[in-house]
């Protein structure tokens, strides 16, 4: 039972002696400040201004996105893809920047700032609930001003009606790209293709192979793709060294590794991202993009997060020069699930 202090009104914190107060005054709001924007009309027209500035930022962005989508394409090269993705990110942060900041500029400096409090109620409101929220909203537009800042309202519009053209454009771009989505089917490896390192394409030796390491790999003829770049993309294999008694391999892929080193596509069967951190303990290869793990020791099998199917296995062997060397492609469509392939 708690002791209640009658003449004080205050209530003893339990174990400590100490009096509390049974119910604390609202101490409302904190006094109103005005701002610069307030009290001085140039300090109001230099805010709109800003404001004005940061949408035709935007506009510029945007513009700036689509003149380098359209002028400046990837190309085949690491170089000419550097520039394009450095372009359009630009102007795509550009783009959106400035339509975030004008809001927020906005609403700090010209719209009313005045704090108000509403009383809880039931979920259903009245109709003059109704009718003042509807007054609210009529006083909201009033009071941005809108309708009688044209040069604002003007650029307001601009960057909102420009703005999506950034995600517009490019996906309209693809629609007449190849959809051949049999192409996941294959990839550059064929029989006898030596394992190179990437990017160097430096053939590999086995020997050189140590139990623990790990090896980012590419077709060593990689370059004699017309699209080398694409063939990468598709091709790219993690290659690592356990020892043989780990594993634990099916009879039919038994032949598939040479002395406990195994290779495995790099691309996650969830949406494709660059399965690339490898734990020599585990033998765990870990996704950074969504944290689908999986297991190397026993056949890439998922043992972790949102990926449904293992990594395909590349099977490999050894030259008569101690290369190592493809057997075949893949045996299964590499990277995630599409609707010709369901799982």
Known sequence: ?????????????????????????????????????????????????????LFALSVLGTIGFLVAYVLVPPGETVGSMR??????????????????????HWAKTLMNDHERTDERHTLISSPETRAAAVQDLKDGVEDSSIGRRGVLKGAMVSALALAPLSIAVPLIGEVGDDWDVSKFKHTWWKEGTRLAIDPSGRP?????????????????????????????????????????????ETEEKRSWSYEGIVAYSKICTHVGCPVALYEQQTHHLLCPCHQ??????????????????????????????????????FHEPIGPSYWERLK
């Open 204 to 248: 590999i030796r086995a020997a050189e192979v140590t139990i623990g390491s790990a090896f980012h790999v590419i077709p060593a003829d990689l370059e004699e793709a017309e699209h080398p770049l694409d063939e990468k993309a598709k091709a790219v294999v993690l290659m690592v060294r356990m020892d043989p008694r780990d594993l634990k």
């Open 83 to 104: 520039t394009s993705n450095l372009l359009l990110g630009l102007g795509l942060f550009l783009g959106m920047f400035g339509i975030g900041a004008a809001a927020v």
């Open 292 to 329: 689908s793990t999986f297991d190397l020791a026993d056949g890439a099998r998922v043992v972790f997060g949102p990926a449904n199917r293992p990594l395909p296995q590349l099977p490999i062997t050894v030259d008569d020069e101690g290369y190592l060397v493809a057997q075949s492609d």
């Open 1 to 53: 039972m708690t002791d209640h202090n009658t003449s004080t009104g205050l209530t003893p914190r339990d174990g400590s002696g100490a009096n509390l107060p049974e119910r604390f005054t609202d101490p409302g709001h904190a006094p109103h400040r005005l701002r610069r924007a307030d009290v001085d009309p140039a300090a109001n027209k230099r805010a709109e201004r800003q404001v004005v500035f």
